[in-house]
């Protein structure tokens, strides 16, 4: 550790040394350099000098002594090696500083004599060290009070790296001044090292963190908006739309479609076709409703989203960006008019309304406009849409379906395992339409599901089925629920009900519903379920695995049995994963003690697979289709399906089907 020591008395560099070291060092040091360069290390003794005594060039003014601390007195009590350098005068000190520290050996601590005639004293003395050293500690040695410290502080501060020391000074003074310092010194230093080094690594990873940060909101824009317009795509557009359906107020939704873009682009060719998109992106950005959101689509389709008073806010919006878009165009130096169709539907947000929904609307709505001609704009109403025709005309007729008669029900065998007994029967709702012929209940109970008139048709079908039922031995009946009857408030007491005005057992209804009608709600289903079993009811698990019920979860519900839904059966044969799954639901069954139904069986391979697998019960074509209920009253009175071959069904092939049913049993 490299001291300095500045005073112009030479006696005073005498008491240093023997402060020190212990031992006598003369003004005559230069003798031990020159011994240094003449021997080197080797030729001194071991304790007289540190290896680094020579690494400092002795200058003209300045003496440096290394002082080894084995062998001096200091060495025993733990102090660091010296280096002493001494300066008689404050300037030389000022440039052996500079020296030590172009070459890296800085000093850690100097000692100032305040008084040096005839050159600068110790104040000015610090202050030029200062100015190039700030690392340094000083302690200023005064003889009488020529500054105060405060005046010497402001010139060579900070405060704490100054320490004064009155002359004459002890010699255990000075060394623990100068050890209590180095420490510091030496600590500060590590500190900065380390603290440098952490400002490094943090403008580093500031600097990758920027780099990164750059490169995503890249990716970000290059993933949601259009190369050629730079506007926001399709996939941005319908974020923004799926976010925009979900808060409360009024939106408008548009879909804008150029009217000559193909003939621009098959005369004037591509490059002009994109000239004119981009054109035209501009127009509409500029001419929509601030803060809309203009998207191109693609090709020549753009979206626009906006927030409105009303509809007929809109469609005047909407006729000003069209008008805008009817102007002639300078496409490469060919005047072209430009023109462009709207479709517009407006949406309650905050409703639930599904987005890929409203964007089909608007797109009904274009279709229109652009079988209306060009440059119009079309709001959409739900006579543009097949589908919600459809369905207003489903709705309207199976409202008057149940009272002019048109409904029936077929029944179908539910057998057990063997096949020699019927255990009861699936009802079925048929539809015989005056407009549309026979209609599948897969198409008129979602439609009837999702207005109320699931109820009345759940009700008619559940009372008829009921009345039935008592023309059979002992069978029951399986009817079909949807998950809004299953909701229904007070269902139990509804069904309870029920059967008290047909005058049957419980027992003898078996109440279907699918997973999805008791896992959005499990723990209320969980507690209907319950209520009704503990009545007597049967309940079924319909179409058991295409839903999202895990395995194990079933256990928390009252069943009496599940019920393998077809396309596992169907895929039995062709795919592993079918017939595991089918093991394993069966598997599952038998250990919570359920029954389990395989349904839609077409085939005898089938059958036998189902057997060995463990299936208690079966029901299918393979068996039976599903009769009316004269045939249904003769199955159920016969017990089994022999010799049924007469029955009348509710499609072909029937008797053939029985006809096998009864091989089977051979
Ligand atoms: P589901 O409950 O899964 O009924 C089984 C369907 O598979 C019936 O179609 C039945 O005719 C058919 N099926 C039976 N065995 C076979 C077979 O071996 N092969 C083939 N390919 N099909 C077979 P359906 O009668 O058209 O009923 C369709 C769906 O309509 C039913 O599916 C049920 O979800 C619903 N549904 C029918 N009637 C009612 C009802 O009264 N109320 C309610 N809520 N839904 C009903
Ligand atoms: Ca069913
Ligand atoms: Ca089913």
Redesign the pocket.
């Known amino acids: 550790m490299r001291i300095l020591i500045v005073d112009d008395e030479p006696a005073m560099h005498d008491s240093y040394r023997r402060s020190f070291a212990g031992r006598h060092t003369q003004r005559g040091d230069g003798l031990e350099a020159m011994a240094d360069e003449l021997f080197g290390d080797v030729g001194r003794a071991a304790p007289d000098a540190a290896p680094d005594a020579t690494l400092q060039e002795s200058g003209d003014a300045s003496r440096d002594v290394a002082l080894n601390a084995s062998g001096s007195p200091a060495a025993d009590e733990g102090y660091p090696d010296f280096a002493l350098t001494h300066c008689d005068q404050g300037l030389d000190a000022v440039a052996t500083v500079e020296t030590a520290l172009a070459e890296g050996a800085p000093f850690a601590v100097a000692f100032i004599d305040v008084r040096m005639p005839p050159g600068i004293d110790g104040r000015e003395t610090a202050r030029r060290i200062r100015a190039i050293d700030p690392e340094i500690n000083f302690v200023i040695v005064t003889g009488y009070s020529e500054f105060s410290p405060a005046e010497i502080n402001r010139v060579a501060g900070p405060a704490d790296k100054i320490f004064y020391i009155a002359k004459p000074f002890e010699v255990a003074e000075v060394l623990q001044t100068a050890t209590a310092l180095g420490k510091r010194w030496e600590v500060d230093r590590e500190l900065a090292t380390t603290r440098d080094l952490l400002a490094a690594k943090v403008a580093l990873l500031e600097e990758q963190g920027a780099e990164l940060a750059a490169n995503e909101s890249r990716a970000l824009h290059l993933a949601t908006h259009d190369s050629l317009t730079d506007a926001p795509n399709r996939l941005a557009f319908l974020r923004a739309l799926a976010e925009r359906t979900r808060d409360a107020g009024l939106f408008a939704t548009v879909m804008i479609d150029l009217d000559r873009f193909k003939l621009v682009n098959d005369t004037l060719g591509h490059l002009a076709g994109d000239a004119l998109i981009r054109e035209i992106c501009a127009i509409l950005n500029r001419s929509t409703p601030a803060d809309a959101m203009v998207a191109r689509l693609g090709g020549d389709e753009f979206g626009i989203l906006f927030d409105t008073s009303g509809e007929d806010a809109a469609v005047m919006a909407c006729d000003r960006i069209i008008a805008a878009c009817s102007v002639s165009l300078q496409v490469f130096g060919n005047s072209v008019q430009g023109g462009a169709s709207a479709g517009l539907v407006v949406t309650e947000g905050g409703q639930g309304s599904d987005p890929i929904d409203v964007m089909r609307r608007s797109d009904l709505a274009l279709n229109d406009a652009k079988r209306g001609g060009r440059g119009i704009v079309r709001l959409f109403d739900e006579s543009m849409d097949e589908g919600i025709r459809f369905r207003r005309r489903v709705e309207g007729g199976l409202g008057r379906a149940i009272a002019n008669g048109e409904l029936s ?2 029944y ?1 065998p539910i057998v057990s395992r063997d096949a020699i007994e019927v255990v009861g029967f ?5 539809w015989n339409t005056t407009q549309y012929g026979a209609m ?3 198409t008129f ?1 979602p439609i009837a ?1 999702e207005s109320n008139l ?1 109820h009345e ?2 009700d008619w ?1 559940l009372g008829e089925a009921l009345a039935v039922l008592k023309q059979w031995p002992g069978q029951y009946v399986s ?4 998950p809004r ?1 299953f909701r229904r408030h007070n269902f139990v007491g509804h069904i309870m009900e029920s059967v008290q005005r047909a005058g049957v057992e419980p027992t003898r209804l078996q109440i ?1 519903i ?1 997973e999805t009608a008791i896992f959005d709600d499990a723990e209320r289903a969980a507690e209907t379920l319950y209520k009704l079993r503990q009545m007597g009811f049967r309940i079924a698990l ?2 058991f695995g295409t839903g999202y019920s895990s395995l194990y979860n079933i256990r928390k519900f009252a069943l009496d049995c599940l ?1 393998i ?2 396309s596992f059966i169907d895929g039995m044969a062709r795919e592993r994963e079918s017939a595991a799954i089918v093991h394993s639901i069966i598997h599952l069954g038998r250990a919570l003690g359920l029954g389990v139904i395989a ?4 085939t005898e391979a089938q059958v036998q697979a189902l057997r060995l697998a463990g299936a208690s019960h079966m ?4 068996f039976s ?2 009769v009316d209920a004269k045939a249904a009253r003769a199955i159920a009175r016969s017990r089994d399906l022999v010799g049924r071959d007469d029955v009348s069904t ?1 499609g072909p092939n029937v008797g053939q089907r029985v006809g096998r049913g009864l091989e089977l049993r051979r």
């Open positions: 029900l077929v179908q699936e009802a079925l709702v048929r599948s209940p897969a109970v599901e699931i048709l759940g079908v009817v079909n629920f949807s009857q279907e699918t319909d179409d019920k839904d077809k349904e839609g069986v077409e029901q299918g074509y393979f289709r599903p509710d």
